[in-house]
């Protein structure tokens, strides 16, 4: 694996894995009422987007391996250039839902060389 794309890789699940931090031990009500936690959050996200979409560019092949890999380009986008569409239900359920996902895959990816 070309050292770009080991770089991009490990911002993915450095940023995969803050996210869980921050949201550890809060509920879905929690989370919504917690701007900092929120914003945080929506940071790492856009940071995950971005090194998801450089890396594709280097090694267009990451499509098969990382799940949903247009869509987190997709929802960087809405983050960056639509915010005040994006629905804090919506981010939780990503966080809840997708981002171990996201974790497996990266750390399997990055373990694989």
Same mark, same amino acid.
Request: aromatic share 8%; proline share 2%.
């Given at each position: 694996?070309?050292?770009?794309?080991?770089?991009?890789?490990?911002?993915?699940? @450095?940023?995969?894995?803050?996210?869980?931090?921050?949201?550890?031990?809060?509920?879905?009500?929690?989370?919504? &009422?917690?701007?900092?936690? %929120?914003?945080?959050?929506? %940071? @790492?996200?856009?940071? +995950?987007?971005?090194? $998801?979409?450089?890396?594709?560019?280097?090694?267009?092949?990451?499509?098969?391996?990382?799940?949903?890999?247009?869509?987190?380009?997709?929802? %960087?986008?809405?983050?960056?250039?639509?915010?005040? &569409?994006?629905?804090?239900?919506?981010?939780?359920? +990503?966080?809840?839902?997708?981002?171990? $996902?996201?974790?497996?895959?990266?750390e399997e990816l990055l373990a694989q060389g």
């Open positions: 694996m070309k050292i770009d794309i080991k770089k991009w890789l490990f911002d993915v699940l @450095e940023a995969s894995r803050n996210i869980l931090a921050f949201v550890a031990n809060k509920s879905e009500e929690i989370f919504e &009422a917690d701007l900092m936690c %929120r914003m945080a959050v929506e %940071r @790492e996200f856009t940071i +995950i987007g971005e090194a $998801v979409n450089q890396a594709l560019k280097i090694q267009p092949d990451l499509l098969d391996r990382i799940s949903h890999a247009k869509q987190i380009v997709g929802f %960087r986008h809405l983050l960056v250039h639509a915010y005040f &569409a994006v629905k804090h239900q919506v981010v939780w359920d +990503i966080v809840q839902n997708d981002v171990p $996902v996201l974790v497996k895959e990266v």
